[in-house]
């Protein structure tokens, strides 16, 4: 179902107590309002023959993809449940260690280091760490991805433009959770952190 069809042959057989032939029309009006013309037609040519499950090709197809889609939609929610709960884990953790180095920053601050040269230490840190998560990720997706090819079709297991979405995606994050703590830990007053903590 999910390769390109092979050479096929088709053959037209009628076997008394064999399995009922199936016919292919084609129309140019709506397949299913045929239904009853085709039915009478049927009946003309071979009266004690019943006739059911008329459909059309499109709904043939449809329910013969039908398992595959539904596994498709369930991966698809999985991995964004997984995108979301690993952004969300990577924006509290480095959220939360920006915030305990607070008094860090005063202190810096005191020292003479500059806001910006700050920001752009945890920048720094928080993408790099990111980094090597992505890196890391990648190789297992590489690994494992194999065993994902068979579900997957008009899409190979090492789609790039979807690994690079999902890298950027990560490394953003990063950014925002380390930008936004070390901006707020950066606008307070040195000599008041120093006191609080």
């Not at 920006?98 to 020292?111: A, F, M, P, S, Y």
Request: glycine share 10%; hydrophobic share 50%; charged share 15%.
């Amino acid at each position: 179902m999910n390769h390109p069809p092979g050479p096929t042959v088709y053959w037209c057989f009628g076997a008394p107590g064999g399995p009922d032939p199936f016919y292919l029309v084609r129309t140019h009006a709506e397949p299913l309002a045929m239904a009853k013309t085709l039915r009478e037609k049927i009946h003309e040519i071979e009266p004690a023959r019943s006739v059911f499950d008329i459909t059309s090709l499109g709904g043939r197809i449809d329910a013969a993809f039908a398992e595959n889609r539904l596994r498709t939609v369930l991966l698809s929610f999985f991995a964004a449940t997984a995108v979301a709960l690993a952004c969300v884990g990577l924006y509290g953790t480095l959220s939360y260690s920006v915030n305990i180095r607070r008094r860090e920053v005063g202190l810096r601050l005191v020292l003479g280091a500059l806001r910006g040269q700050i920001l752009k230490q945890f920048l720094l840190e928080g993408l790099g760490v990111s980094f090597v998560g992505c890196i890391a990720g990648w190789g297992l997706a590489a690994m494992f991805g194999r065993a994902l090819s068979g579900m997957l079709y008009g899409v190979s297991s090492s789609d790039m433009a979807t690994s690079l979405a999902v890298v950027l995606m990560v490394l953003v994050v990063a950014a925002v959770a380390s930008l936004v703590p070390a901006i707020r830990a950066a606008r307070v007053e040195p000599m008041q952190v120093l006191r609080d903590e």
